[in-house]
């Protein structure tokens, strides 16, 4: 066990009445954590007093992470006081990544914690359906072959029924005028949702799950580029705030900047902004229904009150006026100096929001919205007193990794900051797995310490024991709940517990609470006494010597975990090894941990050793063994799974590994797989003794390709690019948007021609437009405006010149390499080109013009120059053969060979197509 160090979290405060360890069980928060300067002190407490009056909810509805309209997201959250979220169909697994290695579901957990950061901005709540991101389409139709219809409509209808918004933004039309076609289905189910979620008799199975129908009483259309003439309301978004000391709009440029992945960094103008918006539909009232977002809809919380029954709804009416006059003097007298001068006014807020509780509970099913809305505005009100009140509260871990059976520490403290008394204080702290009430994964016990008093300007410290527990072969309770079964096509499956559906991640791991009276003393001396509860997620902190302090999440993972390189092992045909694979085994028991690893191999195959013998010592630990794998000598083509299984000495399995996503930007997420590896036996060769550069872009896994085809390659640094000697590889190769990230690029163009004038072969795999405007390919290029693309991996791919050494030298190429592609054939081709280049591809998705901008080579002195916009970044992490096959062909073009063919019967380059 180690010793204590601080560990710190953003504290959360909840309604009083339950006690703490209930509130923890059934707690799932929908808003996202806020960043700490936005959390405490005088500016939280502004914001949350300008949340306080009034009921207004709005959900913007869109396709991909990147997709919402920050500004709208700030400006009405930070702004107007409103409670809003984003439901992003998908978490964008299919896109790019320009920052790192990650794709499929390794991006979308990315994107996923981008899209909390951006949360953690802007204030607003993110909501998902299940439907995977399985790449770019083409149109609605294409779409809804792969993601159910009933079924992303009726994950949409749960979030509206959920959420409750008065007010739909959808992002896109749900017509060919949004592109892509996910993002018109996102339209087509912003727009069928809106109806479908009122009614009774759409998804009623939902019901029994706590939600009943909801009708929202106005959709709206975001008004962008194309569709900005048709705009009936603009909401102002760059007025600016002086609790914020900016814009929302210029806050909403910082969320937005937050999508790294998607190269998505803004500047922050200053002055007006607006968001615009098409009224679509229209169930408010008819007078003056587009003035304002809200106008036409009774946003008032005495509105609620009035469809009490007539026995309550006076008192219920008396109690909301009293709310509203606390809630208003709060926001008279709060000041940046002294924001405690508003702490009187919200503890009447926070009796009166209790008071309507009381009453609305009484009323049964009449005052169930109420009661709702109420809670969560008590929620908010003691939110606004802590922060008022300068009480803040801390939970702290000393470990940021547990793993089953691991005994630790935990401390929640209580900082009254604050110039009033608190009173009657504890504390519970309490774990869970996979959200269950019971507490599933971690068990907390409860101190001995009974109720203190906590004077003003002092701290008080609960201290805990906590014991790891996890069931072997149950997932562990960090690992994301949408990712523990595999998926059924392009829809993840939900658990059972519908707390969890639509919602970014699991919940936290360790969470603490406090319970207490704030003795609030007004100017007339007599003390009002406010109950509260705060809570807060458990985090780990420490400091770095040379960067200050920071801050983890608690993460249960796996005491020992596996991790098998390669993933997908080329076997060529007619080969019997040996080829060396590699086991790292990483340990995070805080003792030693000893076992044996082996490899499971189907009959005809072995490995050298059969097992070995591996200690970790302690957390951090890393140990790497390696086996040769021998194949038999009549390996046929095929798929060969290969499974890595460690056992400790007491005879535990461990058969999976995980990887973290962990950015600056985001907060880190495992990502848990199983320690297999695909030994993909095909036939392929390619011209040994080639010596290959391999300047990196946006993290593809281009060199480990080239060294599974048997190839020395050596990445290319900066120094090197700008002033080394290029002329000692045979082939250079330029990774994904090496020009758009690797700023030296464009400097050391000219002498990457140079290479190539004199004998070389580059490279280049697909750029975006930089590399077409920045006119650094050696004749001239064009690239259409969107990009053309062909998104059916299953799309027809004609040989143009079947007798060219790229399709004939060393692997004969036919149409059945392309079989068998991921996601797409590929993206940002050529559109137009100098003769000199010669197209040698033809494709085309369903119903559109053939394009042959693909693959293009173009002799330049002595060498050559190959451009592609094919996806190798996508199909050799994934061991397709026929790309290995087509990309070992790239990687054996000898200059001299081409030169011959072209000489000979060789076809005219077709330029300018």
Same mark, same amino acid.
Do not use: C
């Given at each position: 066990?180690?010793?204590?160090?601080?560990?710190?979290?953003?504290?959360?405060?909840?309604?009083?009445?339950?006690s703490?360890?209930?509130?923890l069980?059934?707690?799932?928060?929908?808003?996202? =954590?806020?960043?700490?300067q936005?959390?405490?002190?005088?500016?939280?407490?502004?914001?949350?007093?300008?949340?306080?009056?009034?009921?207004?909810?709005?959900l913007?509805?869109?396709?991909?992470?990147?997709d919402?309209?920050?500004?709208?997201?700030?400006?009405l959250?930070?702004?107007?006081?409103?409670?809003?979220?984003?439901?992003?169909?998908?978490?964008?697994?299919g896109?790019?990544?320009?920052?790192?290695?990650?794709?499929?579901?390794?991006?979308?957990?990315?994107?996923?914690?981008e899209?909390?950061?951006?949360?953690?901005?802007?204030?607003?709540?993110q909501?998902?359906?299940?439907?995977?991101?399985?790449?770019?389409?083409?149109?609605?139709?294409?779409?809804?072959?792969?993601?159910?219809?009933?079924?992303?409509?009726?994950?949409?209808?749960?979030?509206?029924?959920?959420?409750?918004?008065?007010?739909?933004v959808?992002?896109?039309?749900?017509t060919?005028?949004?592109?892509?076609?996910?993002h018109?289905?996102a339209?087509?189910?912003?727009?069928?949702?809106?109806?479908?979620?009122? %009614?009774?008799?759409?998804?009623p199975?939902?019901?029994?799950?706590?939600?009943?129908?909801?009708?929202?009483?106005?959709?709206?259309?975001?008004?962008?580029?194309?569709?900005?003439?048709?705009?009936?309301l603009?909401?102002?978004?760059?007025?600016?705030?002086?609790l914020l000391?900016?814009?929302?709009?210029?806050?909403?440029?910082?969320?937005?900047?937050?999508?790294?992945s998607?190269d998505m960094?803004?500047?922050?103008?200053?002055?007006?902004?607006?968001?615009?918006?098409?009224l679509?539909?229209s169930r408010?009232?008819?007078?003056?229904?587009?003035?304002?977002?809200?106008?036409?809809?009774?946003?008032?919380?005495?509105?609620?009150? =009035?469809t009490?029954p007539?026995?309550?709804?006076?008192?219920?009416?008396?109690?909301?006026?009293?709310?509203?006059?606390?809630?208003?003097?709060?926001?008279?007298?709060?000041?940046?100096?002294h924001?405690?001068?508003?702490?009187?006014?919200?503890?009447?807020?926070?009796?009166?929001?209790?008071?309507?509780v009381?009453l609305?509970?009484?009323?049964?099913?009449?005052?169930?919205?109420?009661?709702?809305?109420?809670?969560?505005?008590?929620?908010?009100?003691?939110?606004?007193?802590?922060?008022?009140?300068?009480?803040v509260? %801390?939970?702290?871990?000393?470990d %940021?990794?547990?793993?089953?059976?691991?005994?630790?520490?935990?401390?929640?403290?209580?900082?009254?900051?604050?110039?009033?008394?608190?009173r009657g204080?504890?504390?519970?702290?309490?774990g869970?797995?996979?959200?269950?009430?019971?507490?599933?994964?971690v068990t907390?016990?409860?101190?001995a310490?009974?109720a203190?008093?906590?004077?003003?300007?002092?701290?008080h410290?609960?201290?805990?024991?906590?014991?790891?527990?996890?069931?072997?072969?149950?997932?562990?309770?960090s690992?994301?709940?949408?990712?523990r079964?595999?998926?059924?096509?392009?829809?993840?499956?939900?658990?059972?517990?519908?707390?969890?559906?639509?919602?970014?991640?699991?919940?936290?791991?360790?969470?603490g609470?406090?319970?207490?009276e704030?003795?609030?003393?007004?100017d007339d001396?007599?003390?009002?006494?406010?109950p509260?509860?705060?809570?807060?997620v458990?985090?780990?902190?420490?400091?770095?010597?040379?960067?200050?302090e920071?801050?983890?999440?608690?993460?249960?993972?796996?005491?020992?975990?596996?991790?098998?390189?390669?993933?997908?092992?080329?076997?060529?045909?007619?080969?019997?090894?040996?080829?060396?694979?590699?086991?790292?085994?990483?340990?995070?028991?805080? %003792?030693?941990?000893?076992?044996?690893?082996?490899?499971?191999?189907p009959?005809?195959?072995?490995?050298?050793?059969?097992?070995?013998?591996?200690?970790?010592g302690?957390?951090?630990?890393? =140990?790497?063994?390696?086996?040769?794998?021998?194949?038999?000598?009549?390996?046929?083509?095929?798929d060969?799974?290969?499974?890595?299984?460690?056992?400790?000495?007491?005879?535990?399995?461990?058969?999976?590994?995980?990887?973290?996503?962990?950015?600056?930007h985001i907060?880190?997420?495992?990502?848990?797989?199983?320690a297999?590896?695909?030994?993909?036996?095909?036939?392929?060769?390619?011209?040994?003794?080639?010596?290959?550069?391999?300047?990196m872009?946006?993290?593809?896994?281009?060199?480990?390709?080239?060294?599974?085809?048997?190839?020395e390659?050596?990445?290319?640094?900066?120094?090197?690019?700008l002033?080394?000697?290029l002329?000692?590889?045979n082939?250079?190769?330029l990774?994904?948007?090496?020009?758009?990230?690797?700023?030296?690029?464009?400097?050391?163009?000219?002498?990457?021609?140079?290479?190539?004038?004199?004998g070389?072969?580059?490279?280049?795999?697909?750029?975006?437009?930089?590399?077409?405007?920045?006119?650094?390919?050696?004749y001239?290029?064009?690239?259409?405006?969107?990009?053309?693309?062909?998104?059916?991996?299953?799309?027809?791919?004609?040989?143009?010149?079947?007798?060219?050494?790229?399709f004939?030298?060393?692997n004969?190429?036919?149409?059945g390499?392309?079989?068998?592609?991921?996601?797409?054939?590929?993206?940002?081709?050529?559109?137009?080109?100098?003769?000199?280049?010669?197209?040698?591809?033809?494709?085309?998705?369903?119903g559109?013009?053939?394009?042959?901008?693909?693959?293009?080579? =173009?002799?330049?002195?002595?060498?050559?120059?190959?451009?592609?916009?094919?996806?190798?970044?996508?199909?050799?992490?994934?061991?397709?053969?026929?790309?290995?096959?087509?990309?070992a062909?790239?990687l054996?073009?000898?200059?001299?060979?081409w030169?011959?063919?072209?000489?000979?019967?060789?076809?005219?380059?077709?330029g300018?197509?």
């Amino acid at each position: 066990m180690r010793s204590f160090r601080t560990y710190a979290v953003t504290g959360r405060v909840r309604a009083a009445g339950a006690s703490a360890v209930l509130l923890l069980a059934t707690f799932v928060p929908l808003v996202v =954590a806020q960043e700490p300067q936005l959390e405490r002190g005088a500016v939280a407490a502004g914001l949350l007093v300008r949340q306080l009056d009034g009921e207004k909810r709005v959900l913007v509805i869109g396709a991909h992470p990147d997709d919402e309209d920050t500004g709208l997201l700030a400006a009405l959250v930070r702004g107007h006081g409103a409670e809003a979220a984003y439901l992003s169909l998908t978490r964008g697994e299919g896109g790019q990544n320009l920052i790192g290695p990650e794709l499929d579901d390794g991006l979308g957990l990315l994107r996923t914690g981008e899209l909390l950061s951006a949360r953690r901005l802007d204030g607003a709540g993110q909501f998902f359906t299940r439907a995977y991101d399985f790449g770019f389409s083409k149109s609605a139709e294409e779409t809804f072959r792969e993601w159910p219809r009933d079924s992303i409509l009726s994950d949409v209808v749960w979030v509206i029924r959920t959420f409750r918004p008065q007010v739909i933004v959808s992002t896109f039309s749900g017509t060919p005028r949004d592109g892509h076609g996910q993002h018109q289905v996102a339209g087509i189910m912003a727009r069928e949702a809106f109806d479908a979620a009122g %009614d009774s008799t759409r998804f009623p199975e939902q019901f029994a799950r706590g939600v009943g129908p909801w009708h929202a009483l106005k959709l709206y259309l975001s008004a962008w580029r194309a569709f900005l003439g048709e705009a009936t309301l603009a909401v102002e978004t760059g007025a600016f705030d002086p609790l914020l000391g900016r814009s929302h709009f210029q806050l909403a440029m910082a969320s937005r900047s937050r999508h790294r992945s998607q190269d998505m960094g803004r500047i922050q103008p200053a002055g007006p902004q607006r968001s615009n918006l098409t009224l679509v539909v229209s169930r408010a009232s008819t007078a003056g229904t587009d003035a304002s977002l809200f106008a036409g809809i009774d946003t008032t919380l005495a509105g609620l009150a =009035a469809t009490l029954p007539a026995p309550l709804r006076n008192r219920a009416l008396a109690h909301v006026e009293r709310y509203r006059t606390a809630v208003h003097g709060a926001a008279e007298v709060l000041n940046v100096f002294h924001p405690e001068r508003a702490a009187l006014q919200l503890a009447v807020a926070v009796r009166e929001t209790q008071a309507l509780v009381e009453l609305a509970s009484s009323a049964a099913g009449d005052g169930r919205e109420l009661q709702r809305i109420m809670e969560e505005r008590a929620e908010r009100a003691q939110r606004a007193l802590a922060a008022a009140a300068s009480v803040v509260l %801390d939970v702290r871990a000393a470990d %940021d990794i547990l793993v089953p059976g691991q005994e630790s520490l935990a401390e929640v403290e209580l900082w009254n900051g604050g110039p009033f008394e608190i009173r009657g204080s504890r504390a519970a702290l309490l774990g869970r797995g996979i959200a269950a009430a019971e507490a599933e994964g971690v068990t907390a016990g409860s101190p001995a310490n009974g109720a203190v008093a906590i004077p003003a300007g002092k701290v008080h410290t609960w201290r805990f024991r906590v014991a790891v527990r996890h069931e072997p072969g149950s997932p562990y309770p960090s690992e994301p709940y949408f990712l523990r079964r595999a998926r059924d096509g392009a829809l993840y499956h939900w658990p059972e517990d519908p707390a969890l559906w639509g919602r970014p991640l699991s919940p936290p791991v360790l969470e603490g609470a406090a319970e207490f009276e704030l003795l609030v003393v007004g100017d007339d001396g007599k003390p009002v006494v406010a109950p509260l509860t705060v809570a807060g997620v458990a985090t780990f902190r420490d400091a770095d010597k040379s960067a200050g302090e920071f801050r983890r999440p608690i993460l249960v993972l796996p005491a020992v975990s596996l991790r098998v390189q390669p993933r997908h092992l080329v076997w060529p045909l007619g080969e019997r090894g040996p080829r060396r694979v590699s086991v790292t085994l990483a340990g995070e028991a805080p %003792d030693t941990v000893r076992g044996r690893v082996r490899v499971e191999l189907p009959a005809g195959w072995r490995s050298e050793p059969g097992d070995r013998p591996f200690e970790l010592g302690g957390p951090r630990s890393r =140990a790497e063994v390696v086996f040769d794998v021998y194949g038999p000598p009549n390996a046929t083509a095929g798929d060969v799974p290969v499974r890595v299984i460690a056992q400790d000495a007491r005879g535990v399995l461990y058969p999976r590994g995980y990887t973290v996503v962990d950015y600056p930007h985001i907060e880190p997420v495992p990502l848990f797989e199983d320690a297999v590896m695909h030994v993909r036996a095909f036939p392929v060769e390619v011209a040994r003794g080639r010596r290959i550069g391999y300047v990196m872009g946006a993290g593809d896994e281009g060199p480990e390709a080239i060294r599974q085809l048997g190839l020395e390659v050596e990445l290319i640094g900066r120094e090197e690019l700008l002033h080394g000697d290029l002329g000692r590889f045979n082939v250079i190769v330029l990774g994904v948007r090496a020009f758009e990230v690797r700023s030296e690029l464009g400097a050391a163009n000219a002498r990457l021609l140079d290479y190539v004038r004199r004998g070389g072969v580059l490279l280049v795999q697909y750029n975006k437009y930089e590399y077409v405007e920045g006119g650094f390919a050696p004749y001239p290029v064009a690239m259409r405006r969107p990009h053309d693309r062909v998104t059916d991996e299953r799309a027809p791919v004609t040989i143009l010149e079947p007798g060219s050494p790229v399709f004939r030298e060393p692997n004969t190429i036919t149409a059945g390499d392309f079989d068998g592609w991921e996601q797409e054939r590929g993206l940002y081709f050529l559109s137009e080109w100098d003769p000199r280049f010669r197209p040698l591809l033809e494709a085309a998705d369903a119903g559109e013009a053939p394009k042959r901008g693909a693959l293009l080579v =173009a002799p330049v002195g002595e060498g050559l120059y190959v451009y592609t916009g094919l996806s190798f970044f996508r199909q050799l992490p994934a061991g397709v053969p026929g790309a290995y096959r087509l990309f070992a062909n790239l990687l054996s073009l000898d200059p001299a060979r081409w030169r011959a063919y072209v000489a000979g019967d060789g076809r005219s380059g077709n330029g300018g197509r």
